[in-house]
T-cell receptor
Framework: QQQVKQSPQSLIVQKGGISIINCAYENTAFDYFPWYQQFPGKGPALLIAIRPDVSEKKEGRFTISFNKSAKQFSLHIMDSQPGDSATYFCAASIGGGADGLTFGKGTHLIIQP | KAGVTQTPRYLIKTRGQQVTLSCSPISGHRSVSWYQQTPGQGLQFLFEYFSETQRNKGNFPGRFSGRQFSNSRSEMNVSTLELGDSALYLC?????????????FGPGTRLLVL
């Protein structure tokens, strides 16, 4: 049972455009929703995270939008740059990650110059 | 501060063998989690250790085991290897198990089972 569904699988965006990746979850006990960025040959690195008591969190060009009633959250990358080309994973956990992160399947993002 | 280190980085084994992977967390971090990453299943949680005790376990067979030492270093063992165990094994550490604790991932050990 896939508890976190991520879409799209792959995404091509022009430089300067907005990249949008969506995730939906099933377990209403989830209370921590991080996004990770992974470059080839590297481990995932935390990009930004949100809790369900806020609807939006912004850090630089990265914004998480959270819709608790719809059980959905999304990552927006503004002014996308070629250096943003990577695989992005959404995740969810109970208790801040101590019980293990449940990851989406990932989105391979390519920013075309 | 040095990041999470994992050794070895690459490993080739044959079916039926066993393997031990090592993880050194960031200095001061006491929680270590292990994940398996495959193209088909993505990133899946294996188990988490804190203060030398396994606190949580994912849905993996008993062939997968681990331990944590008093210096927080952790090892993961897979016995009776199967072809499907070929994957990137990632270790992540965090300072504690509290709310909002960031998990920092290492570069992983890529295991190929022939």
């Amino acid at each position: 049972q896939q508890q976190v569904k991520q879409s799209p699988q792959s995404l091509i965006v022009q430089k300067g455009g907005i990249s949008i990746i969506n995730c939906a979850y099933e377990n209403t006990a989830f209370d921590y929703f991080p996004w990770y960025q992974q470059f080839p040959g590297k481990g995932p690195a935390l990009l930004i995270a949100i809790r369900p008591d806020v609807s939006e969190k912004k850090e630089g060009r990265f914004t998480i939008s959270f819709n608790k009633s719809a059980k959905q959250f999304s990552l927006h990358i503004m002014d996308s740059q070629p250096g943003d080309s990577a695989t992005y994973f959404c995740a969810a956990s109970i208790g801040g990650g101590a019980d293990g992160l449940t990851f989406g399947k990932g989105t391979h993002l390519i920013i075309q110059p | 501060k040095a990041g999470v280190t994992q050794t070895p980085r690459y490993l080739i084994k044959t079916r039926g063998q066993q393997v031990t992977l090592s993880c050194s967390p960031i200095s001061g971090h006491r929680s270590v989690s292990w994940y398996q990453q495959t193209p088909g299943q993505g990133l899946q949680f294996l188990f988490e250790y804190f203060s030398e005790t396994q606190r949580n376990k994912g849905n993996f067979p008993g062939r997968f085991s681990g331990r944590q030492f008093s210096n927080s270093r952790s090892e993961m063992n897979v016995s009776t290897l199967e072809l499907g165990d070929s994957a990137l094994y990632l270790c992540a550490s965090s300072f504690s198990r509290g709310q909002g604790e960031t998990q920092y991932f290492g570069p992983g050990t890529r295991l190929l089972v022939l």
